[in-house]
């Protein structure tokens, strides 16, 4: 390819660049980095980085070009921020003058594992570490599909350039800016590898919706049966872990399309939290992170390059990104059959939500457009009792379009193929955070296994009065009393009003949504006598 063409498309010059390093392997990303002095090596083999400023998403500074072509379709808001097209204009050009004799990283990559609804993605980065993220994350072409390479979007991600609000109209100095008519997601002021990522995320769950495929924000494993599981959850719900099972075959730990032949995967590796991993717990991912992972906020043992998972000095949110391959059992090209069983996973800190509960169809759309789990007391400031977290499709911070629409699409998936649907609590029982137990990982397990092999379809279930959740008395190595949240409770009283909380909030969350909501949804919702 001819290197000075690599922007012929954009519409800015972007041409007088110092040195372009054009798909470079992980091992010289990885030499880079450590000759910048961006970097460490763990004992491990990891490369081990810092994102500075920023160790997560900046949610109110993503943006959405407004124009003729967005303007009746985005769901504006306090998600999709419409920012104007000629200021889009304006700050891009300011970028490109930043990028002038600078050298940069660029890498063609894909997404989406079924070639029917591919897109191919043209990636500039400021560090050698962002392009190995974009190399590990995305879908990596053979040298045939490189040879003939057009994107159909560029992303340019520079972390160097900080914005000026009183001149480019932007809330602070960082900001993600997508151009669905330009085909352009524009990142800067934050080395925040996520942005990149969710940035296609966002981009595929404003394509794929037209071609009615289902994106989704999920985990996915098949079985030796060829049976296929979804898993959706918000962060710290155990999507990741759950679905890395050594039993099953990984699909994709993170995000997915369901077309009407199957799911298949959108990236081509995981990106997984790492916060007090352990061998035991989490034996796939811990034996991921080795020569070619990426480490996000990590640190080490004093002395050592020994990673402390443990430590969250720079943030909770530390992560391993890698490529998917790195799991022994993944599926690869990651493209499977129709899912016989969705699991949406809840942290329920209220301590409220049964381990497992079988849900009807109008349930299952209430418990998605819901998108309930609960952060627990000390994880912000402020927080001091169990507080509630509903994020629209369990990906509100990704849905560029209404969420009524994935919605919709769900329900008619379901109804096709006769999809089973389970509310699964890895949350709290014998009381909220700070009085109950977290429910063990270990019966979780055997939970998600029983249903995966049809040991819940003929069993005796009973009905939560107030949730209206179908729960099964028995599973398999699952002990029969914490089956019955309120029998977990020492003070039944206390439970009561829990449960009254919680169904007000579920309740209160639901009324945004209800106006689009039909009659079987809407019968779902809590009701507390």
């Given at each position: 390819?001819?290197?000075?063409?690599?922007?012929?498309?954009?519409?800015?010059?972007?041409?007088?660049?110092?040195?372009?390093?054009?798909?470079?392997?992980?091992?010289?990303?990885?030499?880079?980095?450590?000759?910048?002095?961006?970097?460490?090596?763990?004992?491990?083999?990891?490369?081990?980085?810092?994102?500075?400023?920023?160790?997560?998403?900046?949610?109110?500074?993503?943006?959405?070009?407004?124009?003729?072509?967005?303007?009746?379709?985005?769901?504006?808001?306090?998600?999709?921020?419409?920012?104007?097209?000629?200021?889009?204009?304006?700050?891009?050009?300011?970028?490109?003058?930043?990028?002038?004799?600078?050298?940069?990283?660029?890498?063609?990559?894909?997404?989406?594992?079924?070639?029917?609804?591919?897109?191919?993605?043209?990636?500039?980065?400021?560090?050698?570490?962002?392009?190995?993220?974009?190399?590990?994350?995305?879908?990596?072409?053979?040298?045939?599909?490189?040879?003939?390479?057009?994107?159909?979007?560029?992303?340019?991600?520079?972390?160097?350039?900080?914005?000026?609000?009183?001149?480019?109209?932007?809330?602070?100095?960082?900001?993600?800016?997508?151009?669905?008519?330009?085909?352009?997601?524009?990142?800067?002021?934050?080395?925040?590898?996520?942005?990149?990522?969710?940035?296609?995320?966002?981009?595929?769950?404003?394509?794929?919706?037209?071609?009615?495929?289902?994106?989704?924000?999920?985990?996915?494993?098949?079985?030796?049966?060829?049976?296929?599981?979804?898993?959706?959850?918000?962060?710290?719900?155990?999507?990741?872990?759950?679905?890395?099972?050594?039993?099953?075959?990984?699909?994709?730990?993170?995000?997915?399309?369901?077309?009407?032949?199957?799911?298949?995967?959108?990236?081509?590796?995981?990106?997984?939290?790492?916060?007090?991993?352990?061998?035991?717990?989490?034996?796939?991912?811990?034996?991921?992170?080795?020569?070619?992972?990426?480490?996000?906020?990590?640190?080490?043992?004093?002395?050592?390059?020994?990673?402390?998972?443990?430590?969250?000095?720079?943030?909770?949110?530390?992560?391993?990104?890698?490529?998917?391959?790195?799991?022994?059992?993944?599926?690869?090209?990651?493209?499977?059959?129709?899912?016989?069983?969705?699991?949406?996973?809840?942290?329920?800190?209220?301590?409220?939500?049964?381990?497992?509960?079988?849900?009807?169809?109008?349930?299952?759309?209430?418990?998605?457009?819901?998108?309930?789990?609960?952060?627990?007391?000390?994880?912000?400031?402020?927080?001091?009792?169990?507080?509630?977290?509903?994020?629209?499709?369990?990906?509100?911070?990704?849905?560029?379009?209404?969420?009524?629409?994935?919605?919709?699409?769900?329900?008619?998936?379901?109804?096709?193929?006769?999809?089973?649907?389970?509310?699964?609590?890895?949350?709290?029982?014998?009381?909220?955070?700070?009085?109950?137990?977290?429910?063990?990982?270990?019966?979780?397990?055997?939970?998600?296994?029983a249903a995966l092999e049809g040991k819940?379809?003929?069993?005796?279930y009973y009905k939560d009065p107030i949730?209206?959740?179908?729960?099964?008395?028995?599973?398999?190595?699952?002990?029969?009393?914490?089956?019955?949240?309120?029998?977990?409770?020492?003070?039944?009283?206390?439970?009561?009003?829990?449960?009254?909380?919680?169904?007000?909030?579920?309740?209160?969350?639901?009324?945004?949504?209800?106006?689009?909501?039909?009659?079987?949804?809407?019968?779902?919702?809590?009701?507390?006598?």
């Open positions: 390819m001819n290197l000075n063409q690599l922007f012929s498309h954009l519409p800015i010059p972007l041409t007088n660049l110092q040195q372009i390093f054009y798909n470079l392997t992980a091992a010289e990303l990885v030499e880079h980095t450590l000759r910048l002095g961006q970097g460490q090596l763990a004992d491990n083999g990891a490369l081990v980085v810092s994102t500075g400023e920023f160790t997560g998403r900046s949610p109110k500074d993503k943006y959405v070009v407004l124009d003729s072509q967005t303007e009746s379709v985005v769901w504006w808001g306090d998600i999709n921020h419409p920012y104007p097209s000629d200021k889009f204009e304006q700050l891009l050009a300011r970028v490109s003058a930043y990028l002038q004799q600078k050298t940069v990283y660029v890498r063609d990559c894909l997404a989406g594992a079924d070639p029917r609804y591919q897109i191919k993605i043209r990636v500039l980065n400021e560090n050698p570490w962002q392009n190995l993220f974009v190399y590990n994350l995305f879908i990596r072409p053979t040298a045939e599909q490189l040879r003939e390479f057009v994107p159909d979007f560029t992303i340019l991600a520079v972390p160097g350039f900080r914005a000026t609000p009183e001149i480019d109209g932007t809330r602070q100095h960082n900001f993600t800016i997508i151009d669905f008519s330009r085909k352009i997601i524009l990142i800067g002021g934050s080395a925040y590898t996520g942005e990149i990522k969710k940035g296609i995320f966002t981009v595929l769950n404003y394509l794929l919706p037209l071609k009615g495929v289902l994106p989704m924000h999920c985990s996915a494993n098949i079985g030796k049966d060829e049976q296929v599981a979804i898993f959706f959850g918000l962060s710290g719900t155990g999507k990741t872990t759950l679905s890395a099972d050594p039993n099953r075959f990984l699909i994709g730990d993170d995000e997915h399309g369901w077309t009407d032949s199957g799911i298949f995967n959108f990236e081509g590796g995981c990106y997984a939290k790492c916060i007090d991993l352990s061998q035991e717990k989490e034996p796939q991912i811990w034996q991921a992170i080795k020569s070619g992972t990426l480490l996000e906020n990590t640190t080490f043992y004093p002395g050592t390059r020994t990673v402390n998972f443990h430590d969250k000095s720079v943030t909770e949110n530390t992560r391993a990104a890698y490529p998917i391959y790195y799991i022994p059992n993944a599926v690869e090209p990651s493209i499977a059959g129709t899912p016989k069983n969705i699991f949406f996973l809840t942290a329920d800190a209220f301590g409220v939500l049964p381990p497992i509960a079988r849900l009807t169809a109008g349930q299952a759309m209430y418990y998605f457009i819901s998108g309930y789990t609960a952060k627990v007391a000390g994880t912000e400031a402020g927080v001091i009792e169990p507080q509630p977290t509903f994020s629209a499709c369990f990906g509100q911070a990704f849905l560029p379009l209404p969420p009524t629409r994935y919605a919709q699409l769900l329900g008619a998936k379901l109804k096709q193929f006769n999809t089973r649907v389970w509310l699964v609590n890895t949350g709290w029982t014998g009381g909220p955070y700070g009085v109950g137990n977290r429910i063990s990982l270990q019966y979780t397990r055997a939970i998600i296994s819940l379809e003929n069993v005796s949730f209206g959740l179908a729960v099964p008395e028995s599973v398999p190595n699952v002990p029969a009393e914490i089956l019955k949240p309120k029998d977990t409770w020492l003070d039944p009283v206390a439970y009561d009003a829990q449960a009254a909380k919680l169904s007000q909030y579920f309740n209160q969350n639901f009324e945004k949504f209800a106006a689009f909501a039909d009659a079987e949804t809407k019968a779902a919702a809590p009701v507390w006598v």
